[in-house]
């Protein structure tokens, strides 16, 4: 039975408000401007902001500062979060809600599954959803969040679990560009499978938590699904702190974790317009997934192979990670936009040859 992400968030997850004299703290720090930044700098120091972008952090954070001088948008993205729901009018993320039919409104901000029917007002009373989709959002500005709300506190863990494929089935459907799933259970499911290799077969990456149980999920019997389903369009993530150290609730494994992004007391917005700490893979699945919508953004003829390869490639070897993540990377999305840049110039340098 699908694990309820109470219970995967229940050894990781802390959630504090920033108080108004600890964000104008925050906000008095100085960031030196680059006028060739795609976004203004200050976003990165926005109470909603976290170490995982801060631009004086550039050994653990994932440098978005840099991979900002050298981004140019190309194409909307739409990201599907799987998830609690959202704050549809959060201050951070009201300008970010994206909707496929209709205009989007109060009364019309995504899908919800949770409860006995279906709806298009995913409101998220648990938070879970909107930091994460705060966390996407301070990495690609003009991201577009499709909010996708599955989970019911009162629900059984299997129950969630049809909410969740419901879920994945209309993303797959209405074909997004990515797919960010914070959550999974320790039991696969043949329809779950089913719709995420339809997502496979139409190039769409998924972005999984590699879950918060302290377990190595190369040992088939402690497996968390989705992230261990071994497809294809599929990144695992899991998570480190500041010290660059996984941190102790995450998952890990050598062969199954292929990469792992800041998840340890990270800033995001939560609900009621404020903003918040939360801990685990959940966090650090959201950092991956804003680097990829950025490289989908730049350069959206590149398929998911590429896309996947590019965030794998181009990771940071960190010593400490060794034994626990794939080739013991962690992300970095200055260097991921560079590896793009240089994977596009090699493209375009691909012609058929002519007859002199």
């Known amino acids: 039975m699908r694990v309820t992400i109470s219970k995967i968030l229940s050894l990781a997850l802390t959630l504090l408000l920033v108080q108004p ?32 972008v801060d631009p004086s952090k550039p050994l653990t954070s994932i440098n978005v500062k840099d991979s900002w001088n050298k981004f140019k948008k190309n194409r909307d993205i739409v990201v599907a979060v799987v998830d ?34 279906v709806s298009s007002t995913p409101s ?9 989709a705060g966390i996407i959002k301070s990495i690609f500005p003009e991201v577009k969040i499709l909010a996708l709300k599955y989970y019911n506190p009162q629900a059984s863990g299997q129950q969630n679990l049809e909410s969740t494929i419901k879920a994945l089935e209309y993303a797959v459907r209405m074909n997004v560009d990515v797919i960010n799933y914070s959550g999974g259970g320790p039991e696969p499911s043949v329809e779950e499978l089913r719709v995420l290799k339809e997502a496979e077969k139409k190039g ?6 590699a879950g918060n149980e302290r377990s190595n999920i190369d040992d088939k019997r402690n497996a968390y699904y989705p992230a261990s389903y071994g497809l294809s369009n599929i990144i695992t993530v899991g998570a480190h702190d500041e010290d660059m150290q996984i941190i102790a609730s995450s998952n890990y494994g050598k062969n199954s974790v292929d ?20 801990t685990g893979t959940s966090q650090a699945t959201a950092f991956v997934t804003g680097a990829v919508a950025l490289i989908k953004s730049k350069y959206p003829h590149f398929n ?41 110039s090699r493209l375009k340098g691909r012609s058929l040859a002519k007859v002199k």
């Open 21 to 52: 004299s600890f964000a104008k703290g925050i906000e008095a720090k100085k960031v030196q401007l680059v006028e060739t930044s795609a976004y203004p700098l200050n976003l990165l120091e926005s109470r909603f902001a976290s170490w995982g």
């Open 124 to 132: 998220d009373s648990h938070g879970h959803g909107t930091h994460v």
């Open 84 to 117: 609690t729901g959202i704050q549809v009018d959060h201050p951070f993320l009201k300008d970010n809600i994206h909707v496929y039919e209709g205009k989007a409104g109060a009364q019309n901000y995504g899908m919800d599954w949770s409860g006995k029917g």
């Open 304 to 344: 998911y192979e590429q896309t996947r390869n590019i965030i794998l490639s181009s990771s940071v070897k960190v010593k400490s990670f060794e034994g626990k993540i794939l080739g013991a990377g962690k992300l970095d999305a200055a260097r991921a936009i560079e590896l793009a840049d240089s994977v596009d």
């Open 259 to 278: 990469i792992a992004a800041p998840g340890f007391k990270i800033r995001s917005a939560i609900p009621m317009g404020g903003a918040g700490y939360m």
């Open 204 to 209: 769409i990456l998924v972005i999984a938590a």
